[in-house]
């Protein structure tokens, strides 16, 4: 059990690393024909040669062993549109499978046939390449197999616990 003074420093920390924006993503994957997904806001690519992205998972979610499993994913970075979206996937109150993406535009990755929603700004098909314990995180390498542009909308940005938007 944390102490109080652990759990304001984790407060702290959450509160410090919350001035930095990041994009907003859907990471999705499937395991024998059911599609699982949920809300990633740490995604980045981190290499050209090989194409690898890096994906950040709680421990404790179902996503991350489904993935861990079926060894494949797909990440869709968010339209500035797509908060509720972004909610939806970042809420366990959705269903399993493939009802948590009813009523969501989207069809299956060219490689891993994971969701790609295809209402977002892009897609990355991936193998996972890499897994790697980090605290209370999964750290997954991905093994880019496919790739797109969905749209020329503006990302969906996350900074101070909120959603945003580009502006000019």
């Known amino acids: 059990m944390s102490t109080a003074v652990e759990q304001d420093l984790g407060r702290r920390f959450r509160h410090a690393a919350g001035r930095f924006p990041t994009g907003v993503t859907v990471l999705s994957t499937v395991e024998d024909g ?9 995604f980045t690519s981190i290499s050209l040669d090989p194409l690898l992205v890096l994906v950040s998972l709680g421990n404790g979610s179902r996503t991350c062993e489904r993935l861990r499993r079926s060894g494949v994913f797909a990440v869709t970075v968010l339209a500035d549109a797509q908060q509720e979206v972004a909610r939806w996937f970042a809420g366990r109150a959705r269903p399993d499978g493939a009802g948590a993406f009813d009523g969501i535009p989207w069809r299956p990755a060219p490689h891993s046939s994971a969701p790609i929603l295809t209402d977002g700004v892009s897609f990355f098909d991936c193998v996972v390449e890499q897994v790697h314990a980090a605290g209370d995180h999964t750290v997954v390498i991905g093994a880019v197999r496919a790739f797109d542009v969905l749209s020329d909308r503006p990302p969906l940005l996350f900074v101070r616990s909120r959603f945003g938007r580009l502006t000019e």
Do not use: K
């Open 34 to 42: 059911l599609p699982c997904g949920m809300t990633v806001s740490s």
